[in-house]
């Protein structure tokens, strides 16, 4: 028995020193990778890309003011118009009062395609939007909502426009409104590089027609869905950003939708408020 207790203490005994040396060669190696590392000459940062000074604004925002709800905009460069983006959903619309309430121009919605379905519809309240804000002096543009997922839906897509604003002026360019509707929507399942070639055709198809063109989309979209770069010669940007002082996006813009939560007289519903920028 007494031979066993000492057979039985020696392994243990012998256990401890194994675990201790393994421990010890552990911590070794843990040395030497760590001075490894800081002995390793660092890599060279990768420097940011430098944007091309032609599409970079140069806005100081130091020059933006507010008015309650309204902002503005002047510099020696650019002075700013205030106004509001409008669809079915703000309902029937009192124009002389919104144009009372100091608003000067109006996006207003020609349509869309189905998000599920594909199919073209005219907004509800298309006609009536544009024969109010023209009787009581509101300029006008428009946008359509963008479902299309080849360059043939974005070219029917632009013909349908085209057709829709027979016998109406225009003061303000047709917004190809790019945005995330769902998951599932169809325009979710487009590249980067499919997103920009479709809203490029459907702008191409409208400029040829001889009507301005801009894209619509948040800050984020426009930086990460499409390729900027390859449409700024043919059009210009209208940017979403909220709850911001002023905006942060580098990159020319012309309109800016500050506010999703704006309150205008002769609009019973909420309405998007957004500030034209342009040159004097």
């Not at 509001?84 to 207003?108: H, K, L």
């Not at 790019?178 to 998951?183: A, I, K, L, R």
């Not at 459907?202 to 989309?217: P, R, T």
Request: glycine share 6%; with cysteine; aromatic share 12%.
């Amino acid at each position: 028995m007494a031979e066993r207790r000492r057979r039985r203490k020696t392994r243990i005994r012998y256990g401890r020193v194994v675990i201790l040396v393994l421990l010890a060669l552990a911590a070794g190696n843990l040395v030497r990778t760590v001075l490894s590392e800081l002995a390793r000459p660092a890599e060279p940062a990768v420097p940011t890309p430098t944007p091309d000074p032609r599409y970079v604004n140069h806005y100081n925002w130091e020059n933006l003011t507010a008015d309650g709800q309204y902002r503005a905009y002047s510099d020696d460069t650019y002075t700013s118009m205030q106004g509001i983006d409008v669809s079915y959903a703000q309902g029937e619309i009192d124009w002389q009062a919104v144009r009372n309430d100091g608003i000067e121009f109006a996006m207003i919605r020609t349509g869309y395609r189905g998000y599920e379905t594909g199919y073209l519809h005219e907004d509800t309240q298309f006609r009536a939007n544009m024969d109010g804000a023209a009787q009581n002096g509101v300029k006008t543009g428009v946008y359509w909502f963008a479902q299309e997922v080849s360059l043939e839906e974005a070219r029917e897509a632009a013909y349908y426009i085209i057709g829709l604003l027979q016998g109406y002026h225009l003061d303000l360019p047709v917004a190809y409104d790019m945005e995330t509707v769902t998951d599932h929507d169809r325009m979710s399942t487009l590249t980067k590089e499919e997103k920009t070639a479709v809203a490029k055709e459907f702008c191409s198809v409208l400029h040829e027609a001889g009507y301005q063109v801009m894209i619509y989309a948040s800050d984020s979209w426009l930086r990460d869905e499409i390729y900027m770069e390859e449409l700024q010669d043919l059009c210009g940007f209208w940017m979403a950003h909220y709850n911001v002082e002023h905006p942060s996006f580098p990159f020319v813009f012309s309109m800016w939708q500050y506010s999703r939560s704006g309150q205008v007289a002769g609009i019973k519903e909420a309405v998007d408020l957004d500030l034209l920028i342009q040159k004097r």
